[in-house]
């Protein structure tokens, strides 16, 4: 069986265009054509149904794929036995979400560098359902983001944690003296929250529907920085997840809300890369870093 052969299988199965996967490959698309018909007559299956300019992998094709991957592992082992991981070269592309960015990218950066210091990294920064789609899209190599638990097919997850996410206002707010606040006196407050598309502000209404109130706020505005800056400063109330709010609530700035068993819903951070995907040292160096700085639940 040609190496080439499955080199070609997965950059097809991963773009899903045979004119893409020979353009990144250097290759004329017979070339990539020829490739493919040589794999599946060795094989004696269709790997690829073709409708139209559609190309989607077929029930043979998909059990292909992981064992391509495990042979382009292999190889690249082989390949790596007489170099040191440090010395790799390569690039990765990471899909961040501004928030994970905020708070945790000076030292993902600089620890990646210092780790793999011949490593280029490319950082993305988008909503999670973007990020979602450049994944889709091959636009990023593997995506960091907040939200419900992701179960899709087209995804494998590389780490998941738990993420807090709370009301939160000054320590100077009235309720953040109460054991207890009711939702509504919240309401009465003036809210300081992201716009309509992010994902924060879409927790905060699926939390006041569970009081059957809708938002009101008075300050819209998809930057978490300046946000926690205007509640430090005794403005409002905002909903925000632990890792943005923590440092401001040590140094005795910002207090969490407690609101009651409506606002506990299970959010998360996640890292996933594409099921097509071959897991490359520069994303395993990744993994490694990132389960060091996030602590997963190993139970999930």
């Known amino acids: 069986m040609e190496y080439r052969n499955l080199v070609t299988f997965l950059r097809v199965a991963e773009l899903q265009n045979f004119t893409q996967a020979a353009n990144e490959l250097g290759y004329a698309q017979s070339t990539v054509t020829f490739h493919i018909q040589s794999l599946e007559e060795e094989l004696g299956v269709v790997l690829f149904d073709r409708i139209g300019k559609k190309v989607s992998l077929t029930m043979a094709g998909e059990y292909l794929i992981t064992y391509a991957n495990e042979m382009m592992h292999l190889e690249t082992s ?40 011949h490593i280029s990294l490319e950082i993305h920064s988008n909503s999670s359902l973007e990020l979602m789609e ?33 009301f939160v206002t000054s320590v100077d707010n009235p309720l953040a003296k109460k054991e207890i606040v009711d939702f509504h006196e919240i309401m009465e407050q003036p809210l300081i929250l992201p716009e309509r598309n992010s994902l924060y502000r879409r927790m905060a209404e699926d939390v006041a529907a569970h009081f059957d109130c809708v938002l009101q706020p008075i300050v819209q505005i998809n930057n978490t920085a ?18 943005l709010t923590a440092k401001k609530i040590k140094e005795g700035k910002l ?34 870093l990132i389960e060091e700085i996030l602590e997963p639940e190993s139970c999930l």
Not at 104 to 110: F, P
Not at 226 to 243: H, R, V
């Open 78 to 117: 082989i390949r790596e036995l007489n170099r040191n991981m440090e010395k790799l070269p390569g690039t990765l592309r990471l899909g961040v979400v501004e928030s994970l960015l905020y708070t945790h990218a000076e030292r993902m950066i600089l620890e990646y560098n210092k780790r793999y210091p």
């Open 226 to 243: 300046m946000i926690i800056d205007l509640l430090c400063y005794g403005l409002g109330i905002s909903f925000l997840p632990k890792y």
């Open 134 to 166: 450049m994944l889709r899209g091959n636009n990023v190599d593997m995506i960091l983001f907040m939200g419900k638990r992701i179960v899709d097919s087209n995804f494998v997850r590389d780490l998941i944690t738990r993420a807090e996410v709370s």
């Open 255 to 288: 207090a969490v809300l407690n609101v009651g068993s409506g606002v506990h819903q299970d959010y998360y951070i996640q890292l996933l890369h594409h099921k097509n995907k071959w897991v490359t040292p520069q994303m395993k160096g990744f993994v490694s």
